[in-house]
């Protein structure tokens, strides 16, 4: 979830002229979340099996179509839905997967 708030600030910092006050602001708060999610994530995958945080990772498309509808106003379509539904359907596979090898 942090780490697809940096596309929010991304895109809110689009609708600004370049290089506007408000670009910069958006633009560096967007640098600072990237800084902040890049410690968090070596502390991440220190914990826990590469293949497994990675896998994880791909929820992101999930929360950047929960971040589109409530902020900007998009409207999610049945292949948005379907891509997000195959995307969460693959990592409780992988993780269902990597559970029953661990048991092994």
């Known amino acids: 979830m942090f780490y697809s708030t940096s596309s929010v600030v991304s895109k809110l910092a689009s609708g600004k002229p370049f290089m506007s006050p408000a670009f910069i602001g958006l633009y560096a708060l967007e640098i600072l979340i990237l800084g ?17 945080a990675y896998a994880n990772k791909a929820v992101t ?33 992988y993780g269902w997967a990597d559970g029953k090898a661990a048991k092994e």
């Open 61 to 93: 498309v999930v929360w950047g179509c929960i971040w589109g509808v409530l902020i900007f106003h998009e409207h999610l379509t049945p292949g948005r839905i379907a891509g997000a539904a195959m995307v969460l359907c693959g990592v409780a596979l």
């Open 36 to 52: 902040f999610y890049a410690i968090g994530w070596q502390q991440f995958i220190k914990r826990m099996p590469l293949s497994v």
